[in-house]
């Protein structure tokens, strides 16, 4: 606890299902015997365990990653996590490329582009927008491997 940075202590941060303000705690608070990193945070409901919201804080900075998110919804941010890396991985775009990319698809602002402050409906546009991009993405593909044995025919 030591550690604690004293300055964004008050910063308050609530949680947006039961309305109860959030506390900054260690992450064991919640992983428990699971936590792999003894320095990370958590901004946690105080309402938990029976409210079962919380979210990752910056390590520098020691400021939340975004909104307090219930299990459906961290499970859905990290989805989107996910179907974004896809696009990277897959060669089409590069990590800054892609999320310039998905912030024009969803019409959002810099600010508002942070996977961590998604609600469910945006978590599910930003994977319906991957997937379309990757089927997309592997049409031309097949077609322009059609094309080049044609070529060599
Ligand atoms: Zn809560």
Same mark, same amino acid.
């Given at each position: /606890?030591?550690?604690?940075k004293?300055?964004?202590?008050?910063?308050?941060?609530?949680?947006?299902? +039961?309305?109860?303000l959030?506390?900054l705690r260690?992450?064991? $608070?919640?992983y428990? #015997?699971? !936590?792999? !990193?003894?320095?990370? %945070?958590?901004?946690? +409901?105080?309402?938990?365990?029976?409210c079962?919201? $919380?979210?990752?804080?910056?390590?520098?900075? &020691?400021?939340?990653m975004?909104?307090?998110?219930?299990?459906?919804?961290r499970?859905?941010? =990290?989805e989107a996590?996910?179907?974004l !890396?896809?696009?990277?991985q897959?060669? =089409?775009m590069?990590?800054?490329?892609? %999320? =310039?990319?998905?912030? !024009?698809?969803?019409?959002?602002?810099?600010?508002? &582009?942070?996977?961590g /402050?998604f609600?469910e %409906?945006? +978590?599910? #546009?930003? =994977?319906r927008?991957c997937n379309?991009? /990757?089927?997309?993405?592997?049409k031309?593909n097949r077609?322009?491997s +059609?094309?080049?044995k044609? /070529?060599?025919a």
């Open positions: /606890m030591a550690k604690m004293k300055k964004q202590q008050n910063e308050k941060l609530y949680c947006p299902y +039961c309305g109860g959030a506390v260690p992450a064991e $608070y919640v428990g #015997e699971r !936590n792999l !990193n003894p320095d990370n %945070y958590l901004y946690v +409901c105080s309402g938990y365990p029976s079962d919201s $919380y979210i990752g804080v910056h390590k520098k900075s &020691m400021r939340p975004g909104t307090l998110a219930n299990g459906d919804l499970h859905k941010r =990290i996590h996910r179907a !890396n896809k696009v990277v897959a060669g =089409i590069t990590k800054h490329g892609a %999320y =310039i990319w998905l912030q !024009n698809r969803l019409c959002l602002r810099e600010k508002d &582009m942070h996977i /402050m609600s %409906y945006r +978590c599910e #546009e930003t =994977i927008e379309t991009l /990757m089927e997309q993405y592997a031309t077609s322009s +059609c094309e080049k044609i /070529m060599a």
